[in-house]
């Protein structure tokens, strides 16, 4: 089970979640309203983590985005607002990079919606629908998953705690498509500043 910590920006706290967590990859999210928004003065501050990087956008433009990858060498875009296929299809043919498409996830998915980014994109991302697109720290209903038609492999997001990690096991078991947790504001002591003892005790519990 992979993990990758969202919403880090302080130059500290990321080296001390790549020597102490180790995380598989390390979300940055570019969007300015979010309260863990990483602006270009942070560019040169960001260390060089060896950890693979995913730039979260919220429907911006393919150049901002482009601008993004370069200044920050991110592997991975993740996608988290309402873009089409024609844009995801449009951004990779122009990147080559890695694409997660995050699905916002009310009361339930309408899986046809999904099937024209699959084979665009390289994993998807579910997450609990909220006004302010991400970071909610709120959990949707997971059973909805269950129904999960694809072989794409997923990420779960929206809310998870220390307290979720034997729940996260046990539908990992149920469903092998999954390939990794997102976890954000339920380890922070402030947005964008993660708990690493948090972070170490839930990585101990997922992968002992
Ligand atoms: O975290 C944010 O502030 C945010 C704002 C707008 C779009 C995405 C955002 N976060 C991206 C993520 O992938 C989060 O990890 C995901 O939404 C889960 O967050 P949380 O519910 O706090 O665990």
Request: proline content about 5%; charged content about 25%; hydrophobic content about 40%.
């Amino acid at each position: 089970m992979k993990i990758k910590v969202c919403g880090m920006r302080d130059p500290e706290n990321v080296q001390r979640l790549i020597q102490e967590v180790k995380p598989d990859w390390i979300g940055l999210i570019f969007y300015s309203q979010s309260s863990r928004y990483v602006s270009a003065d942070f560019a040169e501050s960001f260390p060089e983590t060896g950890i693979p990087k995913v730039g979260v956008f919220v429907n911006e433009t393919i150049e901002f985005v482009l601008s993004k990858v370069d200044e920050f060498n991110l592997s991975v875009i993740q996608l988290h607002g309402n873009e089409s296929p024609e844009y995801v299809r449009e951004l990779k043919l122009i990147t080559g990079k890695k694409l997660w498409k995050v699905v916002s996830v009310g009361d339930s998915i309408d899986w046809e919606t999904l099937r024209n980014y699959v084979g665009l994109v390289e994993n998807f991302l579910f997450d609990t629908a909220t006004p302010k697109h991400g970071g909610s720290g709120k959990r949707f209903n997971w059973q909805i998953l269950e129904s999960y038609p694809f072989e794409k492999g997923f990420l779960l997001s929206g809310g998870l705690d220390e307290g979720s990690a034997s729940e996260i096991l046990s539908l990992a078991e149920k469903m092998p498509q999954m390939v990794g947790v997102d976890l954000n504001s339920k380890f922070e002591d402030a947005p964008g500043l993660k708990n690493i003892e948090k972070l170490k005790s839930f990585k101990n519990k997922i992968r002992p």
